[in-house]
């Protein structure tokens, strides 16, 4: 048995002998193969027999020959990547912890990461005029929150909350003044 790791959501997609895998995630509808796709064999027990069963054969001048050409290299490799992901993962719920909105990734669907708010001045936004509305249709300088996912890492921006009230009442103001003219 196979599993293949979707690299969007990293949710592992077990693969039987014999059956082709899946095209798209299951679980973010996002697509695998190609080269953003990982595939990890689960009997690499196996494997690590056959190669000691190997050595055993050789003699030991040809074992000391061979030791630095072993896999052992590539299997600590795996290692650190595996518990630099998990410190990584632990990282990323702590800090999902600590937020009071969580927005959801519009891409994967992974919960995104509030990374901090930018500010826009007047000079740098040109607000589109409304009729209805009498002026602009959201007057600046305002901020906006911005969200990263930790696992695609698209970005989102959103008005921050602040702003959101004044929005919210100069577009019910302009709406109740609309309704008594007519």
Known sequence: MAVIVCPWCQS????????????YCPICDNEIGGYRSLQIGLDR??????????????????VEDLSGL?????????????ESLLVYEEAVEKL?????????????REYMLEAGN??????SFLSRESDMLGGPVLKA?????????PSCFSMQYTLAEENRTEFAQRLS??????KKGR
């Not at 072993?70 to 990547?81: C, Q, S, T, V």
């Not at 999902?96 to 994967?108: A, F, G, M, N, Y």
């Not at 930018?118 to 000079?123: C, K, L, N, S």
Request: hydrophobic share 30%; charged share 45%; net charge negative.
């Open 12 to 23: 592992e997609l077990p693969v039987e002998e014999g059956q082709e895998p899946e095209r």
């Open 70 to 82: 072993a896999d052992w290299d590539e299997d600590k490799d795996l290692r650190e990547k595996s």
């Open 118 to 123: 930018r500010v826009v001045d007047a000079d």
């Open 96 to 108: 999902l912890d600590e937020q009071e909105t969580v927005p959801e990734c519009p891409h994967c």
């Open 45 to 62: 027990n196996e494997e690590l027999e056959e190669d000691a069963e190997a050595r055993a054969e050789l003699d030991e001048d040809e």
């Open 141 to 149: 300088p305002f901020a906006m929150t911005m969200y990263i996912c």
């Open 173 to 178: 103001g302009a709406g109740a003044e609309q």
